[in-house]
Nanobody, 124 residues
Framework: EVQLVESGGGLVQPGGSLRLSCAAS????????MRWVRQAPGKGLEWVSGINRAGSSTYYTDSVKGRFAISRDNTKNTLYLQLNSLKTEDTAMYYC?????????????????WGQGTQVTVSS
């Protein structure tokens, strides 16, 4: 019943932009802090960004700060991640997931609900 469905990924050139979406259903979206986590090819999961329930507080890993922007629309039960000035190092599968708080940087798949992911490939 609980679903988190990511979309918006694709192939872009370095310096390009993408907007990822995560459609939530089956639970009270507005009651949950959310996070984006990514996994580059051959690497482990990396926490990218977190956001509080109201969307008023956001947090980012240093490598994406100033380039990415997390946001949410609680009226649409949707989480977003705007990716700007993309680098080849950003190539990864991007997952949205629930979180216990906006500052939770853990990547444990056993905690919360996770989507299936959307692939972002940055290449020339």
């Amino acid at each position: 019943e609980v679903q988190l469905v990511e979309s918006g990924g694709g192939l872009v050139q370095p310096g390009g932009s993408l907007r990822l979406s995560c459609a939530a259903s089956g639970f009270t979206f507005s009651d949950n802090p959310m996070r984006w986590v990514r996994q580059a090819p051959g690497k482990g999961l990396e926490w990218v960004s977190g956001i509080n329930r109201a969307g008023s507080s956001t947090y980012y890993t240093d490598s994406v700060k100033g380039r990415f922007a997390i946001s949410r629309d609680n009226t649409k039960n949707t989480l977003y991640l705007q990716l700007n000035s993309l680098k080849t190092e950003d190539t990864a599968m991007y997952y949205c997931a629930t979180a216990p708080n906006a500052l939770y940087t853990g990547t444990n798949r056993a905690f919360g609900y996770w989507g299936q992911g959307t692939q972002v490939t940055v290449s020339s």
